[in-house]
């Protein structure tokens, strides 16, 4: 069963103390990993893909990295804007892409001046 | 150029009625998603469309149906509203299923 695990649930951090967020997968086949962001009261809002093990992208102070079993969202200094609830969803592969995403529960980053 | 648009943003139901969230798109997207969004539960996949016409069943529909009679359009019904149908319920669309997606503001709802 394509399953997405993501730890921690709730993370604090202090404006400039740098952190990682860590996003398990286990999919038949992955097509993409995708990170969303999602402020209280709005919808997902899309960071990066990501397509195969290696891959990395960096937005700002976000830096996504991929391996074969995990995606790793890198946050470098942060500042009290980045606080949002992260999302990190995959597309399983299969013979029709339904474009599908199966997301995990997110961790909500909380960054206190 | 709005994006997705949901409506209504807010409702409030008894067990037993029936109502219907509107999505509409405006970006000439085939693919188009509901998901529901629970504490602790992520966003789950309720149904979703590849096209004006089609339809298919994702992860927990039941309860619910859906119509995808214009291609902007992407109706979600709920015929017998039960209190654990209350959720965040959240629309998105694609262009193909290769394509990031784009999500609406999100509808919430609450059954009594």
């Known amino acids: 069963e394509d399953q997405v695990t993501q730890s921690p649930e709730a993370l604090r951090l202090q404006e400039g103390e740098s952190s990682s967020l860590n996003c398990s997968y286990t999919v038949s086949g992955l097509r993409g990993l995708f990170w969303y962001r999602q402020d209280p009261g709005k919808g997902p809002e899309f960071l990066f893909t990501l397509y195969s093990a290696g891959e990395e992208k960096e937005k700002e102070r976000l830096k996504a990295t991929l391996t074969k079993k995990e995606s790793f969202l890198h946050i470098t200094a942060p500042k009290p804007e980045d606080s949002a609830t992260y999302l990190c969803?995959?597309?399983?592969?299969?013979?029709?892409?339904?474009?599908?995403?199966?997301f995990g529960q997110g961790t909500t980053l909380q960054v206190k001046p | 150029n709005a994006g997705v648009t949901q409506t209504p943003k807010f409702r409030v139901l008894k067990t037993g009625q029936s109502m219907t969230l509107l999505c509409a798109q405006d970006?000439?997207?085939?693919?188009m998603y509901w998901y529901r969004q629970d504490p602790g539960m992520g966003l789950r996949l309720i149904h979703y469309s590849v096209g004006e016409g089609t339809t298919a069943k994702g992860e927990v529909p039941d309860g619910y149906n859906v119509s995808r009679l214009k291609k902007q359009n992407f109706l979600l019904g709920l015929e017998s509203a039960a209190p654990s149908q209350t959720s965040v319920y959240f629309c998105a669309s694609t262009k193909s299923g290769a394509n990031v997606l784009t999500f609406g503001a999100g509808s919430r709802l609450t059954v009594l």
């Open positions: 970006m000439n997207h085939e693919y």
């Open positions: 969803a995959v597309q399983a592969g299969g013979s029709s892409n339904t474009g599908k995403l199966i």
